[in-house]
């Protein structure tokens, strides 16, 4: 992949398109990465004891890339940020 951990990236596109994050999770069997603050999910969260109550937490989903040409870096759902700019 062309990410490692740790970079910052900006998706292009998709619902959370122009936000910047930082690669904290790296999926290399479906070609999938977590940013931190994007792409979040709902989950409800049971309660495990009696009398605790239940919690609606949300979650960082993995983001997908795009397999329609993986040597355009336009056709990837996320682009490198240049840390000196």
């Not at 239940?54 to 996320?78: H, L, N």
Request: net charge positive.
């Amino acid at each position: 992949m062309h990410v490692k951990f740790g970079d910052t990236v900006k998706v292009i596109s998709g619902r959370d398109k122009g936000k910047v994050g930082e690669v904290t999770k790296i999926f290399t069997h479906n070609s999938t990465i977590v940013i931190k603050d994007v792409n979040l999910k709902t989950k409800h969260m049971k309660s495990r004891e009696e009398g605790e109550p239940g919690q609606i937490v949300k979650i960082e989903a993995p983001v997908r890339k795009s397999f329609k040409d993986p040597f355009e870096i336009y056709s990837w759902t996320m682009k490198m940020v240049c840390p000196a700019c």
